[in-house]
């Protein structure tokens, strides 16, 4: 399969060709002829599969195609969750429609509205936004719709997740009824069918099948913060993202009590299973969890081991393990089938060892995401490099088997060697742009 199958105009070929691009991304195989028809389409497809030239390439094909009524009148609009990825997708709108007439340009908040102002007023074809700041343009009267043609809902699933629901439909009530709809999501979990089911009318379904199921069905995300932070930032994380069921992992039993012990303090009903707990303990501890009795379960990774629970929607790594491999069967503990599950690590400069162990294992890169006030006064030194020819430790095989490759996602796997991903910033204000799961070079 090549993009030249795809009927792509030559514009985009040479826009492809430039970018080092040999073939299309699997997602991009089938997310290109769909958008190409004309139909709204809903694309399962995380980060590093090629999604947003998925998207991008045919939508820029599309508003080339058919002569605009007037020039650089909004005619698409790509939404997203943050404004990492709301900068990063507008860089590929840049990038991909560099040989085409067709203006665009990005608007997020936390920056200044003037200059986002002065370009819409110079005019564009395509906007890609932030919900919060698409809606304060257009109640200043900055943006007209009426000529909106494409609308692109960009890792919706974590639209939902940061509560921009809300905005979301106000911003459709503002869009012309006759357009296409492009809805890409991670997961097509339950509350994002019932929005894909009052957005997108008959849509073209397009799903990659992730070559490893585990890992490509868990997000991960790296939170550099202080050692002594870590408490408080594990609680702001649960209260934020409202996790009702969270299962936490210490690398000590000493760890694992006094966190449980803070965290129950806090207000926040934890228990703790390791191995000095008595069997009746571990029962219970369990039991309550399972019951939603308990909202924090902190666990050592051999006490995990044996346990006995459903997958969870997240886990968090309170201390990354010595034993890379452990990494992998922590994460391994969420990802349902069919939904994506979430890990994050709170790494403090002393555990960056532990970090490139586990990076090498998984020949990737992690995310990293700096949380308003909890900045490390200690960063994490940056990523080493990934080694291509990684040797598997001994226990190897079956950690590979939950590892995060990239085999079937476009030949894109080891991005960012190198180099560190952009700061991020997670806001906890439902509204505001806060941070991509992205882990894009
Ligand atoms: P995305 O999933 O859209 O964030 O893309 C992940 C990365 O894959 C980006 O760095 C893209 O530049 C790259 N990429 C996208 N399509 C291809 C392709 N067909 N071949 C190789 N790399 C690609």
Redesign the pocket.
């Given at each position: 399969m090549s993009?030249e199958q795809l009927g792509l105009a030559p514009a985009l070929l040479q826009a492809?060709q430039e970018?080092?691009?040999?073939?299309?991304?699997p997602?991009?195989a089938q997310a290109i002829p769909a958008v190409l028809s004309g139909r709204d389409v809903m694309a399962a497809?995380?980060?590093?599969?090629?999604?947003?030239?998925?998207f991008t390439l045919p939508l820029l094909q599309r508003l080339h195609e058919s002569a605009p009524v007037h020039p650089h009148r909004l005619r698409a609009l790509v939404l997203t969750p943050t404004r990492e990825l709301a900068a990063?997708v507008a860089e590929?709108v840049d990038t991909y429609g560099t040989h085409l007439p067709l203006k665009s340009t990005v608007v997020f908040g936390g920056v200044k509205i003037n200059p986002q102002i002065a370009k819409l007023r110079r005019g564009v074809d395509i906007l890609v936004a932030t919900p919060g700041r698409l809606l304060d343009l257009h109640g200043q009267g900055e943006i007209d719709f009426s000529e909106l043609e494409i609308l692109v809902l960009d890792e919706a699933d974590r639209m939902l997740d940061m509560g921009f629901i809300h905005d979301i439909r106000r911003i459709l009530k503002l869009l012309p009824d006759q357009r296409q709809n492009l809805m890409f999501s991670a997961t097509f979990a339950n509350e994002i069918r019932s929005l894909t089911a009052s957005i997108l009318s008959n849509p073209v379904e397009v799903e990659v099948n992730p070559a490893n199921a585990t890992a490509d069905t868990v997000e991960q995300w790296v939170y550099p913060v202080d050692k002594k932070r870590k408490g408080a930032l594990l609680r702001e994380l649960v209260i934020d993202h409202n996790w009702q069921q969270v299962l936490v992992f210490t690398r000590t039993k000493h760890g694992a009590n006094r966190l449980a012990q803070q965290l129950d303090k806090a207000g926040l009903e934890a228990a703790a299973i390791h191995g000095n707990k008595s069997q009746g303990a571990r029962t219970r501890a369990l039991e309550g969890f399972k019951a939603g009795k308990v909202r924090v379960l902190v666990a050592t990774d051999i006490a995990a081991r044996g346990l006995d629970i459903a997958q969870l929607p997240q886990v968090v790594n309170f201390d990354l393990p010595n034993v890379a491999e452990d990494y992998v069967h922590r994460i391994g503990r969420t990802g349902r089938a069919g939904a994506t599950g979430k890990a994050f690590s709170l790494v403090s400069a002393d555990e960056s060892k532990q970090l490139n162990g586990i990076q090498q294992l998984i020949q990737r890169h992690i995310t990293r995401e700096y949380v308003d006030g909890f900045e490390p006064e200690h960063d994490v030194p940056e990523n080493a490099p990934l080694r291509r020819a990684h040797k598997p430790s001994k226990h190897a095989g079956k950690a590979k088997s939950g590892g995060q490759r990239q085999g079937n996602?476009?030949?894109?796997g080891n991005?960012n060697e190198g180099s560190r991903p952009p700061r991020r910033r997670r806001r906890s204000r439902a509204g505001s742009p806060s941070s991509s799961n992205?882990?894009?070079?």
């Open positions: 993009f492809v970018k080092g691009y040999s073939e299309p991304s997602i991009q497809a995380q980060t590093g599969t090629g999604k947003t030239a998925g990063q590929s996602s476009g030949g894109n991005r992205g882990n894009r070079a």
